[in-house]
């Protein structure tokens, strides 16, 4: 009996995804723009700040002591331009962290190239991954593992999700991109016959 080939569909988006959710945030948008005032610390070891929050742009000031004593953070990437930072903005965070920016974003000049006392890494802004390569061991079912290599960058994270029937997704890893290109894994592969579905979401 021939044995049923595993069927594979990706799907690459541009849809809004964070290291560490907008919610894990304290933040005043009471005013023209969004003030951050709180992290909740150990939420995640990578923070992506965006441009906007409720449709405000985040870009006049940290507050006082933000991110204080937020020693599992190791990596904040600003979406905009450089705000404003209180005192004591990164008191006790990991002396190792670094500050991502983008290309043409303005506000931060860099001291020494640091900006808050950390290393800034200037990369280029994030643009939709591409699929490199599918690499299926064994070729048919029982299939193990399933490689895939897509287009990334560092600073940006990108959520890998399966799908029987592309309406219920299910979010296999949250993953850091690496330079220029990143490897995900599914060592356990759904093998009963039945369409598989795999998508690429990128961090806003």
Known sequence: ??????????????????AADVSDLSYDASGDTVIITDYVAGASSALIIPARIEGKLVSVSIGDWAFVSCTSLTG???????PT?????????????????????????PEGGKFGGFPVVVQKKPVPPKIISVVVAGGVAPISPLTITFTSGIG?????????????????LIIAGEESSTEFTDNEPINDGGGVFYRIREGQ
């Not at 990108?158 to 296999?172: F, K």
């Open 1 to 18: 009996m021939e044995k049923p080939a595993l069927i594979v569909l990706l799907t690459l988006l541009a849809i809004p995804l964070h």
């Open 76 to 82: 904040i990437t600003f979406r905009g331009n450089a």
């Open 85 to 109: 930072l209180g005192d004591e903005v990164f008191l006790e965070v990991n002396a190792n962290a670094k500050v991502f920016i983008y290309e043409g974003a303005s506000g931060f000049s």
């Open 156 to 172: 940006s994270n990108y959520a890998i999700e399966r799908s029987r029937d592309l309406v219920n997704w299910v979010t296999l």
